[in-house]
């Protein structure tokens, strides 16, 4: 028999206190009788046990199945048990017993009412056998004798107040978890997500506040939260810019999870503050840390007018590139194969197009990036820098939007295409530059024939299935081709997918798993009047498994832990020879191939309000692999042909050569006001990956090199020490910090080496020391009519190679400055609104002049002229500096446009200046002559038209 019972007006946390009153006495006697007649159970009789066989039975046929069996009559609302199913056998055991197991895992409780042979089932809540001493207004703080349950000083019972609604929205009340009466608590941890319900995407920087309290939470970049809350019935206050205020009431029976899908809401504001992102400097434990979201671009002033967050980052202390329009990163005096570069968690080995002028990302899809150059979170490896953690956006699930632009070398555009609506969207970008007729306007017939262009596209799927899963995956492509003034075609591309799954397997536990393929290749044609025509490629790929944990403790302890394996395959080179008459001779170099594994796990220690330690230990394996050969060379000597021992082979598979070893994250941060804090970080790491170059800057022609029998991995250790202070409501952000870092094993070239399609480049290479230190600061202004930020960085970067042979020895194996080595920074990025539609921005840059080798005289000998160099990097080329300035007009604001548009007119390097990229020398008529080569020396004006529909 089933009967649909609503025991609300019985059970005492479900008590509602109507809009007519009620009288609480009545009321309580009502309580009293009914407990003292027909809820505490016969003394002394025997349970009831029951035999079944349950396989994915529905809840409510298990329910009625042991109704049948144990002559209980079972109380229940049928909605409470319509979803779940029971895979159970049971033989012989008690129907509470059973009714544990059945119920393990759901909301619901259940009380047995013996002398009625009555079982009633309950959402959430328990039913208390006897009310504590303060139910009837007596004092019970001295009172510490065990109920009848075996609890102590049990929390009351929960009413609520029925008529309490928000005034925005309509909300059930929310109940959570599920009462355990062995674990009752005053005070339980709620977490969840919070979303967007027209997009679908998650909502960062959302403040939830305990209506009357201070307590707060504010949602991280993942949209995730988590908050204290006393048990019983609370109101949550929640607010965000673009979110409708709501407040929602819930009522906390345990620990558990609560996801927030929360409407859009337009608010009429004088500015925008976004106090989350203020307060993160001082709050998090991590240093070094960046946040950049693509949006802070669009208003800065770059070259022909393209927003890059890459770019971007350069203004910030810490980070500079070896000269104007140099592929690639130095971060804290770290070369540019030390920096890990991720999208969507997959790697990009060259996220630059065109020798680094533009980005190779999407701006319209590209959400920010996360960039961490002190203490590295405890997943990424590999790389002993900085990691660059790029994201993309979500699409919208509601309907088709997107965005574009048109500049006057490239064009973007990306859409957003809702597939199952509130669910899941795909968002496709497509980007390309058409810059071939530059080349053939200017007054230079050599030019005439040149071409320089490149795309790129990228595909993102997202899925929300339920509360408890999430599915992204992710394909971009990009490819580089360009020919000026020469016989060559050079050509690079970067292709790579991921696939993210991520799943909450409790309100304390969530889980990402991750796999990703990310490939580089280059290729060089050559096409001459000669017979010296070629084909030139190199190829490097990598394949890598991810499956990394978060669980909530309690609220001291949040762990992290996980494992990550990575396979890399590398064509070092091939060469071969195009067309009948070509006289060149093919040669393809042996593959590289290599594992790459960690293990690591962390905590995140909430010691006080004011003291937070994060602690993790990372161990990294790696292992070189066959096929392939091998030299051995003789101990204490030179690696070259003449101290050759033996030449090994190794068949497919076969380990080569292993290295690895622990890895410590630790950092700290204390917090002397709430808005001042003090940190400290301490991080080592090891590099198995490493570039071969012997050129100035990087070039997109450098090769990736595994290490193997002859070239150990690079190790960096790294401690730094900062202050950081919020001023005036977080408006104002200061931080200071300073650091230092040791690398071994760093690899740099001999000189006159010969690095690329060389089967021993072992002996071309060495391997040295290197230090780098420095001091950063920034000056943020967050919000008003006049914001931006002023950075300040003082760094050194130097290495040094000594050996007992002058043939390995660079600079009397002294240290000496790198070429990225500069020591004073400065930038200054500003953005002053006019209106809500007009604003101007202004970006200024100055750097000192990077390293380099001159030539200091000249000598005769068999008679015949050399030039005498100085030592490596002695001298310094001019000081850099630049000035670009940016008008930005937006469209009006009409919510019923088709199109709302942006424009961006901007002149890069206002002031003309000629800044040396270069400085190299020649020999005309016996007399050496230096000459310097730059990239922009004229101002660059340009104008960028971008829509959003």
């Known amino acids: 028999m089933t009967i649909l019972f609503k025991f609300q007006n019985i059970i005492a946390s479900h008590i509602r206190l109507s809009s007519f009153s009620i009288n609480m006495h009545r009321v309580r006697i009502l309580l009293f009788v009914f407990f003292f007649v027909g809820v505490l159970p016969l003394a002394g009789q025997e349970p009831v046990v029951v035999s079944g066989v349950y396989n994915q039975v529905s809840l409510e046929e298990v329910i009625l199945d042991l109704e049948k069996k144990s002559g209980y009559n079972f109380f229940f609302l049928k909605d409470w048990v319509a979803q779940d199913s029971v895979t159970l056998t049971v033989n012989n055991e ?433 096409d001459s009047e000669a017979n010296t025509d070629f084909d030139l490629d190199y190829t490097i790929e990598e394949t890598e498994l991810k499956y990394k944990l978060r669980t909530l403790l309690n609220e001291k302890h949040k762990l992290d832990y996980g494992i990550s394996t990575k396979f890399y395959a590398v064509n070092p080179g091939s060469i071969q020879p195009t067309g009948g008459d070509s006289n060149v001779t093919a040669n393809f170099i042996d593959q590289e191939q290599a594992l790459e594994g960690a293990l690591f796990v962390g905590d995140e220690i909430t010691l006080s309000e004011k003291l937070l330690v994060n602690v993790g230990l990372r161990y990294a394996f790696f292992a070189a692999l066959g096929s392939g050969t091998q030299r051995t060379y003789q101990d204490g000597l030179p690696k070259n042909e003449s101290t050759v021992l033996d030449t090994i082979s190794y068949g497919s598979g076969d380990v080569v050569k292993t290295y690895g070893g622990p890895e410590a994250r630790i950092s700290v941060r204390y917090l002397l006001k709430p808005d001042l804090s003090i940190k400290a970080s301490f991080n080592n790491s090891y590099q198995f990956l490493h570039t071969l170059s012997n050129n100035t800057t990087v070039s997109p022609i450098d090769t990736w090199k595994l290490s193997d029998l002859n070239i150990a991995p690079q190790q960096g250790y790294q401690a730094s020490l900062g202050i950081y202070k919020n001023f005036k409501n977080n408006e104002y952000e200061l931080s200071l910090e300073g650091y230092y870092k040791r690398m071994d094993n760093v690899l740099d070239f001999k000189t006159g080496a010969d690095l690329f399609l060389n089967e021993n480049v072992e002996t071309e290479v060495l391997q040295g020391d290197g230090k780098a230190y420095g001091v950063e600061l920034l000056l943020k202004k967050n919000r008003g009519d006049f914001n931006g930020w002023l950075s300040y960085t003082y760094s050194r970067s130097l290495y040094r190679f000594d050996s007992e042979f002058s043939e390995e020895r660079v600079n009397n194996g002294d240290f000496f400055a790198s070429n990225f080595d500069k020591p004073h920074d400065v930038s200054l990025i500003t953005n002053y609104k006019f209106s809500k539609r007009y604003s101007l921005s202004a970006n200024f840059v100055y750097q000192t002049g990077r390293p380099v080798t001159y030539p200091i005289g000249t000598f005769r000998f068999n008679n015949a002229d050399f030039v005498a160099f100085s030592n490596r990097n002695e001298f310094r080329i001019p000081d850099f500096y630049r000035l670009d300035l940016g008008f930005n007009i937006e469209g009006n604001h009409k919510k019923n446009k088709l199109a709302h548009s942006f424009v961006t007119i901007s002149v890069y390097n206002v002031l003309g200046r000629n800044n040396p990229y270069s400085v190299f020398f020649v020999t005309d008529n016996g007399e050496v002559k230096a000459l310097q080569s730059s990239i922009f020396a004229v101002p660059i004006p340009s104008i960028t038209y971008n829509f959003k529909f």
């Open 94 to 526: 008690a129907i509470f017993s059973v009714l544990d197991k059945v119920l393990e895992g759901t909301p619901l409780n259940y009380h047995i009412l013996e002398n009625e042979k009555r079982i009633i089932l309950l959402e959430n809540t328990i039913v208390y056998d006897e009310l504590p001493l303060y139910f009837f207004g007596r004092d019970s703080t001295n009172v510490n004798t065990e109920t009848t349950r075996g609890i102590r000083n049990v929390p009351p019972p929960t009413f609520f107040n029925e008529d309490v609604r928000q005034t925005q929205k309509e909300y059930a009340v929310s109940r959570v978890g599920k009462a355990d009466v062995t674990k009752l608590k005053s005070a339980y941890m709620l977490n969840g997500k919070a979303f967007n319900a027209r997009t679908g995407t998650v909502i960062e920087d959302l403040a939830i506040r305990i209506k009357g309290t201070n307590m707060l939470s504010v949602t991280n970049t993942q949209g995730d939260f988590e908050l204290e809350l006393p048990a019983g019935y609370n109101v949550l206050s929640i607010r965000a810019m673009g979110i409708a205020s709501t407040e929602r009431e819930v009522i906390m029976y345990s620990d558990g999870s609560l996801n927030l899908v929360l409407e859009e809401g337009l608010q009429q504001l004088d500015e925008v503050v976004v106090e989350a992102d203020a307060a993160k400097n001082v709050e998090d434990a991590i240093t070094g840390s960046e946040q950049i979201d693509s949006e802070e671009s669009k208003n800065i002033p770059l070259v022909l007018g393209e927003r890059d967050v890459l770019q971007v980052a350069k203004a910030l202390p810490g980070i500079s590139s070896a000269g104007e329009g140099a592929t690639g990163l130095n971060v804290r005096g770290g070369k540019t194969d030390q920096n890990l570069v991720l999208l969507d968690d997959a790697v990009i080995y060259n996220p630059q197009h065109f020798f680094g002028i533009f980005q190779a990302l999407n701006p319209f899809t590209t959400k920010g990036v996360d960039i961490y150059k002190g203490a590295v979170p405890l997943e990424f490896g590999g790389r002993l820098s900085s990691v660059f953690d790029i994201r993309t956006k979500n699409g919208n699930v509601e309907e088709v939007s997107g965005e574009a632009s048109i500049g006057p070398v490239t064009a973007n555009l990306a859409l957003e295409i809702p597939l199952q609506k509130d669910k899941s969207s795909l968002v496709v970008g497509a980007r390309g530059a058409y810059a071939d007729w530059i080349l053939r306007s200017l007054d230079d017939e050599s030019l005439n024939n040149s071409q320089a262009s490149f795309f790129d596209g990228i595909l993102k799927y997202h899925n929300r299935m339920d509360d408890n899963n999430e599915v992204k995956a992710t394909a971009y492509y990009s490819r580089d081709a360009f020919s000026i003034t020469s016989d060559s075609l050079y050509n690079y591309d970067n292709r790579l997918f991921s696939a993210r799954w991520d799943h909450r397997y409790n309100e304390k536990t969530n889980s990402a798993l991750i796999v990703g393929n990310s490939r580089y290749g280059f290729g060089i044609d050559f």
